[in-house]
């Protein structure tokens, strides 16, 4: 088997119809199984599968288990040279599976291969990161980007590779997980994901210990998704919040340690107590303006209480 092509699924069934359809639709000359993992989806998902994708190997959780570990439950039972975990919102365009799988076969010392990611009307997503550091977390959490509104500039966007030539192929820190080829011998000899991340950071961590290992992390241009990105986690836009900080802050403590997690955590809750006078101008302008009510706290006062708490113990693990 070439490739085992892994997706994960909460309650997006319509999305995921489109996805699976331009997986068997796309993917051409190369053998290739589908591993779906449902975790404990309350919509027709399953049904839908059951019905439409009679050749996909369906796993079904009762209870949702998180990003990494329910990846890692279609990783157990992967047969494929390589794995391919393919986010459920994503399109695949024009033989975007087969092209990758012909790339890793001709970079040995690539462990990981990501690729180019469209938004649906066409524009360029970011899916090329930097490990974090304190830095990073400097420039994106004291200075007011969305704010004031400021234009990205390269110089101050390092965590993103602003700057960098997308249209060329690149060795990088890390890969956005909505299309991630990784070796099976990497696996066998790295490990699968750390379940300690339920969602966001897994990747990074994952592309780390990769790292170290010895192989390299690839962006290769040379294939293109369309990444709807989020239909799964928006639909608990407040936990999102809140995981994406405890995955920066757990990646920080697995790989740095606690005290340079802590140091990130209090740079974090410096930047969400100077943003308060910002939030509240924001929102007394939009009751002044559109006659909305002011949400000064609302769900960021999760995000304040989770900080704050980061000062006293490690809330991320």
């Known amino acids: 088997m070439d490739v085992s092509i892994i997706i994960v699924n909460w309650n997006t069934s319509n999305i995921t119809c489109d996805c699976l359809e331009s997986v068997f639709e796309q993917t051409k000359n190369i053998t290739f199984e589908v591993i779906l993992i449902d975790n404990a989806s309350t919509d027709d998902s ?5 019905k439409r994708f009679r050749q996909v190997v369906l796993i079904e959780n009762k209870n949702n288990r998180g990003f990494a570990a329910a990846n890692n439950q279609g990783m157990k039972i992967a047969t494929g040279r390589y794995i391919l975990l393919l986010n459920s919102d994503t399109i695949v365009l024009d033989g975007a599976i087969q092209k990758t799988v012909a790339y890793a076969d001709q970079h040995p010392e690539a462990g990981v291969i990501g690729c180019r990611a469209l938004w649906p009307d066409g524009q360029r997503q970011n899916t090329c990161f930097r490990f974090h550091s304190l830095l990073l977390i400097m420039l994106s959490s004291l200075l007011f980007w ?3 509104k400021l234009f990205y500039i390269p110089l101050l966007h390092p965590e993103r590779y602003m700057g960098l030539d997308f249209n060329q192929s690149h060795v990088v820190d890390v890969v956005a997980g909505c299309f991630f080829l990784v070796r099976q011998e990497v696996v066998q000899k790295v490990g699968m994901f750390d379940e300690d991340f339920f969602m966001y950071g897994e990747e990074a961590e994952w592309c780390f210990r990769i790292h170290m290992a010895g192989w390299q992390i690839h962006y290769f241009s040379g294939t293109e998704i369309v990444h709807l990105y ?15 900080r405890k995955g920066t802050l757990l990646f920080l403590h697995k790989t740095r340690g606690y005290v340079y997690a802590w140091l990130a955590n209090l740079i974090m809750t410096l930047g969400v107590l100077l943003r308060i006078p910002f939030w509240f101008t924001g929102d007394f302008f939009k009751f002044l303006i559109r006659r909305q009510p002011m949400n000064i706290w609302g769900e960021r006062l999760n995000v304040v209480r989770f900080h704050l708490a980061g000062l006293l113990f490690p809330v991320w693990k």
Do not use: P
Not at 46 to 50: G, R, T
């Open 46 to 50: 399953v049904e839908m599968i059951k």
């Open 146 to 148: 969305k704010e004031i």
């Open 230 to 244: 989020g239909a799964s986690s928006l639909q608990v836009e407040d936990d999102t919040r809140i995981h994406k």
